[in-house]
């Protein structure tokens, strides 16, 4: 969505690099993952301009979600574990020990370490939510992204242009299914975790695997 965006409506991250803390070893705002708290906290944006801008967001089912999140660990650490810390891109050095240790894990017990006996995990609440502020968010599924993204840009941008969203950031599991990845006790705990979730953005245990999506 953001090189879509970036390539033919000349829009721009926000903010457009990494903000650091004050002795430069930690992200505090994240160019690519911030949340509408910290972009309002950070003083890059007010609550007033978000009330007047068409603000979406892509959720995903947090079964598909978690997987995602523990294959990009893999992924990660295949292509760095060689490299000395002092090498690192400065946006991994502060965690990649703890990648490490993800990416030496079985799935299951992955989701166990990081998810057991929590009921608190909403990605809609970390990142859309917004301390005493009711700002209007256009949900766009992660499963139907090609289609709800088109929806959005021919209803914002007046337009009937031909919209192709491109493939990138690619860790998807090669199984036909991420149900396969599950044990009953895994998937057990991603239900409480994520319950406000599921429920709130009518997620289900049996839903199909996207088939069309970018990211």
Same mark, same amino acid.
């Given at each position: 969505v953001a090189q879509f965006l970036t390539e033919h409506y000349k829009a721009r991250w926000l903010p457009t690099d990494h903000i650091w803390n004050k002795t430069g070893e930690r992200i505090v705002v994240d160019?690519?993952?911030a949340s509408l708290e910290k972009l309002v906290q950070h003083g890059l944006i007010t609550n007033q301009e978000l009330k007047r801008y068409q603000v979406a967001a892509v959720t995903r089912n947090p079964?598909?979600?978690?997987?995602?999140?523990? @294959?990009?660990?893999?992924?990660v650490h295949q292509t760095y574990h060689n490299t000395p810390?002092? @090498?690192l891109p400065a946006w991994l050095r502060g965690h990649f020990d703890d990648l490490s240790q993800a990416a030496g894990m079985t799935f299951e017990r992955y989701v166990i370490r990081n998810y057991s @006996?929590?009921?608190?995990?909403?990605?809609?609440?970390?990142?859309?939510s917004l301390s005493g &502020?009711? /700002? !209007? /968010?256009r949900l766009l599924r992660f499963e139907s992204l090609q289609s709800d993204f088109e929806q959005l840009v021919w209803q914002t941008a007046a337009t009937?242009?031909?919209?192709?969203l491109p493939h990138t %950031?690619?860790?998807r599991p090669t199984a036909s299914s991420w149900q396969e990845y599950y044990s009953p006790a895994a998937r057990?705990?991603? &239900? &409480?975790?994520? #319950? #406000?979730?599921? !429920?709130?953005? %009518?997620?289900?245990?049996? &839903? #199909? !695997?996207? /088939?069309?999506? #970018?990211?």
């Open positions: 160019y690519k993952h079964f598909d979600w978690v997987l995602s999140k523990y @294959r990009y660990h893999h992924k810390p002092a @090498r @006996r929590r009921t608190d995990c909403s990605v809609h609440r970390r990142y859309i &502020e009711t /700002v !209007a /968010v009937d242009q031909a919209i192709k %950031n690619t860790s057990h705990i991603i &239900e &409480e975790a994520f #319950a #406000a979730d599921l !429920a709130s953005l %009518n997620y289900h245990w049996r &839903e #199909a !695997a996207p /088939v069309d999506t #970018a990211q």
